[in-house]
């Protein structure tokens, strides 16, 4: 009986130790798994980046460092015009507008009418030679030169019937009216 009692109490020992056993294997399996998770969403989260986010950042940082660019060049060339027309009226001894600067605007109008016009002089001959050289190729001449000539093709738009030279002076002067706002958004 006494053997008995002894394989009973070594038998409830081993089961005791045993399930000891699988209960700390349970648990670092538990924890082995739970630091495994762990790493591996710690690593997902180092390389979790919006990609898409940081390029419409830097896109946005170049297009706002060109407008600003751009408005600080616009701001600066309307300082150089106002310093400009400030040291023209300081040479002149203006205080207020004048004649002086009307007189100066309409000798602009005049000398671009006068170019325009010593342009327009040039026209007629040019169309000549071209209409000679295409001509020509169509008589079977120098094709090769008629190939070759430039092709201009002129619109002109008036939607008053008035001519040319008449037109141009009218739009100038009705610029000239309008002042510098005109000049800024022409």
């Given amino acids: 009986a006494h053997w008995q009692m002894f394989v009973n109490d070594l ?3 081993w089961n005791n130790a045993l399930a000891t056993l699988g209960g700390i294997i349970e648990r670092m399996r538990a924890t082995v798994a739970q ?4 790493i591996v969403e710690r690593i997902r989260s180092i390389f979790h980046i919006d990609w898409g986010g940081i390029g ?13 660019a ?10 150089l015009a106002a310093n400009a027309l400030s040291a023209v009226k300081g040479v002149l001894g203006i205080h ?3 004649a002086a600067f009307e007189y ?6 005049e000398g671009f009418l006068r170019g325009a016009e010593q342009r327009l002089r040039a026209v007629p001959s040019l169309f000549s030679g071209i209409a000679s050289r295409v001509a020509s190729g169509m008589r079977g001449g ?12 002129i619109t002109i738009n008036n939607p008053v019937g008035e001519p040319a030279e ?10 000239a009216y309008l002042g510098p706002a005109a000049a800024s958004t022409a």
């Fill in 11 to 13: 038998r409830a020992k």
């Fill in 35 to 38: 630091k495994f998770h762990a």
């Fill in 56 to 68: 419409r950042d830097i896109i946005n940082g170049i297009v706002r460092g060109v407008t600003g």
């Fill in 70 to 79: 751009a408005s600080m060049l616009w701001g600066a060339l309307k300082n």
């Fill in 96 to 98: 207020s507008p004048s």
């Fill in 104 to 109: 100066i605007g309409i000798q602009s109008g």
């Fill in 142 to 153: 120098d094709t090769a030169a008629a190939a070759a000539a430039p092709v201009y093709n």
């Fill in 166 to 175: 008449t037109s141009l002076r009218n739009t100038m002067r009705r610029l």
